[in-house]
């Protein structure tokens, strides 16, 4: 236990130092005055910041929807999530899944109050925020951030602890890539690493800006635009996390089921879900959960937040038959294990597109997630030759790159969509062209795709050579419950 602790801290303590000389070298200087300009999730009326003039008072029943939406998305990572993962894995391994989850949660929580929430969603440059929030300097209970809408805010508090949920799913989601066989050490170091180097810079750069309260004019809206975050500027819509969230994670993961490498007795021997009744519940939190998700994005309990939600409900029940009508078509039954997983691809899916599409768009998107992921855990998976424990990239980047593309053409108001949001007009654009966002849709996915594969393949390799990345055979063979937390879930 104490080499493991030593080998944690000397770990954390390596990731930490190379975080703070990235943080120095690219973001600004502490300014005069601290600019909390926060941002929401990217809309056509997308991430809002706190103003510039504040605003007076907050209203309080957006105040209160947004507490209940982070709660329901801290619900669907514990225990929805764990429970998901944790029936997927054989019975020796499901402890140490819920584990993960519970640490990765709570050390990635703190983070983003020690730095993450600043260089996310504070005004720096175009690829990562600056530092005017660091261990949350001068946020106060009075300090407030703007929505989507001129004028309504909500208590600053309420946005960072909503945005910090987001963070700590996102690199929980990564874990089932490589689970039963990765150190635990391992996984919380390149958790350190990962969410520094690749959650914050691409969270910034898809939803940062400085907000709409001071667009007046087409010269103050252009002003406002060089301020945002890179991918922001170039007009990519994901309205809740199909870049930052589902295709970050899944990228991070695939890199790290090639590099840790396939389990022992892959391909020949039975590695089949131990409990389908935990999965099935895990999922059913994760649909629950994942109202606040994408509904809570839209940051008020307004028409937008109404169609985010039926979106979310419609599109993940299109899924689930979309994915269990194929299936039964394919292996001539259909099953609980399919169906749960087609629900979690719906709910990845429609992420991006929640808020931007129409619902018989969002019934359109869920129905191709469902075949397009069953695909993506059968036969793209055997393409690559990974051992993607859990499908978390066939799930979560099939299913996230899909809802990404396809809210480039689902957003059109020709096709029911909402179309682009013009603030100096306070009214939807009259000229939408498909090809034109379906470009700067690819632009996103690429970035991300790009982004996160570089850091986490360099992150994999360090803590290789560092402390190495895999547990010994003999402990893989007895189950990770007890060979790194000495206990078990159930009494033979």
């Not at 001068?138 to 960072?160: C, Q, R």
């Not at 131990?274 to 895990?282: K, Q, R, S």
């Not at 179309?419 to 007009?425: A, F, K, L, P, S």
């Not at 700067?440 to 996915?445: L, P, R």
Request: include cysteine; aromatic fraction near 12%; charged fraction near 10%.
């Amino acid at each position: 236990m104490l080499t493991w602790m030593k080998n944690l801290l000397a770990g954390g303590a390596m990731a930490l130092a190379i975080g703070a000389t990235g943080v120095m070298v690219s973001a600004p200087a502490f300014a005069d005055e601290a600019k909390p300009a926060v941002s929401a999730p990217a809309a056509a009326s997308a991430a809002a910041a706190a103003p510039a003039a504040p605003v007076a008072t907050v209203n309080k029943g957006d105040t209160a929807w947004m507490l209940i939406s982070t709660a329901l998305v801290l619900l669907m990572t514990l225990p929805g999530l764990a429970l998901f993962y944790g029936g997927l894995t054989r019975s020796k391994n499901i402890l140490s899944i819920c584990m993960q989850c519970f640490m990765v949660f709570s050390l990635i929580t703190v983070l983003w109050v020690f730095y993450g929430y600043s260089l996310a969603f504070t005004e720096g440059g175009a690829f990562i925020g600056g530092l005017d929030r660091l261990f949350l300097a001068g946020l106060t209970p009075d300090s407030i951030a703007a929505t989507f809408s001129k004028g309504v805010g909500i208590p600053e508090y309420v946005f960072m602890a909503f945005q910090a949920v987001f963070a700590t799913i996102t690199c929980c989601l990564i874990i089932g890539s490589f689970a039963e066989r990765a150190k635990f050490s391992a996984i919380l170091i390149f958790m350190v690493i990962w969410f520094t180097f690749s959650y914050l810079p691409i969270a910034h750069m898809v939803w940062f800006w400085p907000g709409p309260d001071d667009i007046k004019d087409a010269a103050s809206l252009e002003a406002i635009t060089a301020r945002a975050g890179w991918l922001w500027q170039k007009g990519v819509l994901d309205f809740a996390g199909g870049t930052v969230v589902h295709i970050n994670a899944a990228i991070a993961g695939l890199v790290g089921s090639f590099v840790i490498g396939k389990r022992i007795g892959y391909g020949k021997e039975a590695m089949k879900p131990h409990n389908l009744v935990y999965v099935m519940t895990g999922a059913a939190l994760l649909w629950f959960g994942w109202f606040g998700f994408n509904a809570g994005s839209a940051l008020e309990a307004n028409g937008s937040a109404a169609l985010a939600f039926v979106n979310t409900y419609v599109a993940t029940a299109a899924a689930v038959l979309g994915w269990s009508f194929a299936e039964w078509i394919l292996k001539g039954k259909p099953s609980m294990l399919g169906a749960a997983s087609g629900c979690v691809a719906g709910l990845v899916a429609i992420t991006p597109a929640a808020g931007f599409v129409g619902p018989m768009g969002a019934i359109a998107i869920g129905l191709f997630a469902g075949v397009i992921c069953l695909w993506g855990v059968t036969g793209l998976k055997k393409m690559l030759g990974s051992d993607d424990t859990l499908d978390v990239f066939g799930v979560h980047g099939v299913g996230g790159i899909s809802g990404a593309l396809l809210t480039g053409i689902f957003a059109d108001p020709a096709l029911g969509g909402t179309g682009i949001w013009d603030y100096v007009t306070n009214a939807a654009a009259p000229d939408y062209s498909i090809a034109s966002q379906m470009w700067i849709q690819a632009q996103g996915v690429i970035t991300t795709v790009i982004w996160s594969g570089v850091v986490s393949f360099i992150a994999f390799k360090l803590i290789d050579m560092v402390i190495g990345l895999r547990v010994k055979e003999e402990e893989e063979r007895e189950g990770l419950d007890i060979s790194s937390h000495g206990e078990t879930a159930y009494e033979s």
